[in-house]
């Protein structure tokens, strides 16, 4: 007589935390696979994960203004500081010896514009990719440096403000610190965020592309602020940043708590899209103010003190 088949829900507290550590390995190795986190099969197993976990998930995608004001999460805008603007094309266009030179990235997004199409996610990442390289060439020290990871996994985090669970894949994680640490990440960056005391050793940002046809912030902002807020809270950091970008225009955002965890009191300060160009003819018109915001994003990312803005309440 064939043994009597069990439940997921049959199982003790030891074989499920099992079962779900093996799922969770499987899941890691579809994102360095990179399988889309949309595909049919990879939804199948995060629903079977979620069951284990007994909590609904949400993934970035779904994450909208309502969610985060359920979490008592406000969204709030920041302005230019007197001199921001100027002290930010400032800085965008300081270069180091060796690095990329402001004409040498101008040229490059020039190539992007001229050669790539832009309609999709992937076009649009080349042009970002033209800016954040730039970036990383121009943080390069003889201690210090950078890293972009891509298709960086934010670990699906249950939030005690509300029932679900979140949890994702952000386009970019920008981190930059100890250069040996810097070389464990490009090496792998699943082995380095392993040990979660690495980020002790970091400055991190995240970054969200979206197509300049699906760009709104409105829709695109809460969900990067998401991973954000899952990072700040995991990290017990009171400041994270972030940005979201189609490349052509660019939304920077501050997460700030005035105390770890989540409820009232939870801000995301968000700038208004900044433009690459103004058109056909001046398409990098903003390149040296972007240059300079990213710079300053990367070094600073859990300052919460602003050096071009202010927060406004």
């Not at 009597?4 to 093996?22: A, H």
């Not at 985060?68 to 800085?91: C, F, H, N």
């Not at 890293?147 to 699906?156: G, K, L, S, T, Y």
Request: include cysteine; charged fraction near 25%; hydrophobic fraction near 40%.
């Amino acid at each position: 007589m064939a043994p009597k088949k069990r439940k997921l829900s049959d199982l003790s507290t030891e074989q499920t935390s099992r079962v779900k550590g093996i799922l969770l390995s499987c899941r890691e190795i579809c994102d360095q696979l990179g399988i889309d986190e949309d595909d049919e099969d990879l939804r199948d197993l995060n629903r079977i994960i979620d069951k284990l976990t007994d909590a609904k998930h949400t993934p970035f995608s779904d994450v909208s203004l309502l969610t985060l004001g359920k979490m008592g999460v406000t969204i709030q805008p920041m302005e230019w500081r007197s001199d921001g603007v100027t002290q930010a094309k400032a800085y965008g266009t300081a270069t180091l010896p060796g690095a990329l030179t402001i004409e040498d990235t101008r040229k490059n997004i020039h190539d992007v514009l001229k050669y790539v199409s832009l309609e999709s996610e992937a076009g649009c990442r080349i042009l970002i990719n033209t800016l954040l390289i730039h970036v990383a060439s121009n943080l390069e020290t003889d201690s210090s440096g950078v890293v972009i990871a891509p298709e960086f996994r934010v670990d699906d985090t249950l939030l005690g403000c509300t029932e679900n669970s979140f949890g994702g894949v952000v386009d970019y994680m920008l981190v930059y610190g100890d250069k040996a640490v810097r070389d464990r990440i490009i090496k792998s960056k699943a082995f380095a965020f392993s040990n979660p005391e690495i980020y002790k050793l970091l400055q991190c940002n995240i970054y969200e592309a979206k197509p300049e046809d699906l760009f709104s912030p409105i829709a695109c902002l809460p969900q990067a602020a998401m991973a954000a807020i899952i990072k700040a809270q995991r990290l017990q950091m009171k400041t994270f940043r972030g940005c979201v970008t189609s490349g052509k225009r660019w939304v920077f955002f501050v997460y700030n708590a005035e105390n770890f965890g989540h409820g009232q009191g939870k801000t995301v300060y968000w700038l208004d899209a900044i433009p690459l160009g103004d058109g056909f003819y001046n398409p990098t018109v903003n390149l040296e103010l972007i240059l300079g915001i990213l710079r300053d994003w990367v070094e600073h990312g859990h300052d919460d003190s602003l050096r071009f803005f202010e927060y406004i309440n």
